[in-house]
């Protein structure tokens, strides 16, 4: 049984938030939001849960004038009661920056980069660790355990050194020193596994099920989706609430993308924006390119693909846990699926940090290279928008380049 402390007796509805309950995409059964809830137990299921929201227009998008620039300015949309409960290193509300003397490289398509590297401990896993950690804070939970590529685990350690929460995290062992220490300085336990991070994850849930622990693995719980929504709120709003023609988003675990979207879908509803969307590109490495393969072979899930070490340690994702849900967006969008060899992220790495000043994430660098790939096939036109998503800060990166 899961172990959780006793929560506060009052919960003060004090961000307004207008969570009502959580839904399963896949068959449609609901759950309470007030109680700890991992993934959907009907049958055979086992889908992500997402939560839902009362969005009948009684907020509007000109509540955000004047509020704090982080992710907290969308709290009626957030899974958080008590603001007593919101845990916060200031994530969020990153720049989106052009990219200008590529300029010549990209023409005449408009191409911006959306910059999560300045988030707490560098990266936007922030974002998503930041919201469940608040809710699990508000649901009681003593102690979390998640398997991590890597900035997913430092920033567990940091929001539950915050939250006063206990943090144990498994992570590869190939995974650069610095990941380590990061964790260790923020006090969390940290176990090293010979293995990738689904290796990490079978015994993270073995362990978490013996002791009683609270997983966060990537979507497996419902709140991490939460925080990086947050991001496709942004965009809109960056943008003035005309969304880009294309985003083009690293795919490891994939709980940005399906958040974006999800974002863009509730705003919809609300009426923030019309029904335009841009289409999604989800971008791979080399190494783990299941997602890219299902989606060219029409395939509805996809199979576990691990060929190694690649430098962009958060895209060694074997297979994804939500791989029919982000297929099923990239097909809703009439989106594209790539990936890119770690030669030619650390030439898109170097490229942008010699011409634009920016030190990205081979992640984020990824998306540099497949954005010229899909320019010289003309699947990007003239006059478009598009938007790169840098997942975190190259600092974090240096042992894995050359």
């Known amino acids: 049984m899961l172990t959780v402390a006793t929560p ?34 009907n049958g ?3 889908s992500s849960l997402f939560a839902e929201y009362k969005l009948d227009g ?41 990219l200008q003397n590529l300029q010549h490289i990209a023409g005449d398509i408009n191409v911006f980069i959306k910059d999560e590297a300045g988030n707490p401990t560098g990266s936007f896993k922030a974002r998503g660790i930041g919201a469940a950690v608040s809710k699990a804070k508000e ?7 998640t398997p991590t590529a890597g900035n997913a685990g430092g920033a567990l350690a940091a929001y539950a050194a915050k939250a006063g929460i206990k943090a144990i995290v498994y992570m590869p062992k190939l995974t650069p020193k610095l990941f380590k220490d990061e964790c260790r300085l923020y006090g969390a336990t940290l176990v090293e596994i010979d293995g990738s991070i689904s290796d990490c994850g079978k015994l993270a849930n073995e362990e978490a099920l013996q002791n009683g622990w609270f997983q966060v693995s990537t979507l497996k719980e419902p709140y991490r989706l939460e925080g990086k929504k947050t991001m496709g709120y942004e965009i809109a709003e960056q943008f003035n609430w005309q969304l880009p023609d294309v985003v083009l988003y690293p795919t490891g675990g994939g709980t940005g993308l399906l958040g974006i979207w999800k974002a863009f879908d509730e705003m919809e509803r609300m009426g923030w924006i019309d029904s335009h969307r841009p289409r999604m590109v989800a971008v791979q490495s080399d190494s783990c390119n299941g997602i ?12 576990f693909t691990d060929g190694g070490f690649t430098i962009a340690n958060g895209l060694r994702v074997p297979k994804p846990y939500a791989d029919k849900l982000i297929l099923k967006v ?21 490229e942008i940090a010699r ?30 928008t598009v938007l790169l998503l840098n997942t975190g800060s190259g600092y974090k990166y240096l042992e894995n380049l050359s």
């Open 44 to 46: 055979t299921c086992n």
């Open 58 to 98: 009684t907020i509007s998008k000109e509540m955000l004038t004047g509020r704090p620039a982080n992710m907290w300015r969308y709290r009626e949309l957030m899974p958080v009661i008590d603001t007593g409960n919101i845990v916060t290193l200031g994530e969020g509300f990153t720049p989106i920056l052009p």
């Open 139 to 145: 649901l009681g939970i003593d102690t979390i355990v």
């Open 8 to 41: 506060h007796p009052t919960v003060i509805p004090e961000t307004g938030s207008l969570i009502t309950h959580l839904r399963c995409p896949e068959c449609g059964k609901t759950y309470v939001a007030t109680a700890v809830q991992t993934v959907c137990n």
């Open 330 to 350: 990239l097909r809703e969008s009439q989106g594209n699926a790539l990936s890119v060899s770690d030669a030619d992220m650390e030439a898109a790495l170097k």
């Open 292 to 303: 890219v393969k299902a989606f060219h072979r029409e395939h509805s899930v996809s199979e």
């Open 355 to 384: 011409n634009e000043g920016m030190l990205i994430a081979p992640e984020g660098a990824a998306l540099w290279h497949a954005f010229k790939q899909l320019k010289a096939s003309n699947w990007l036109h003239d006059g478009e």
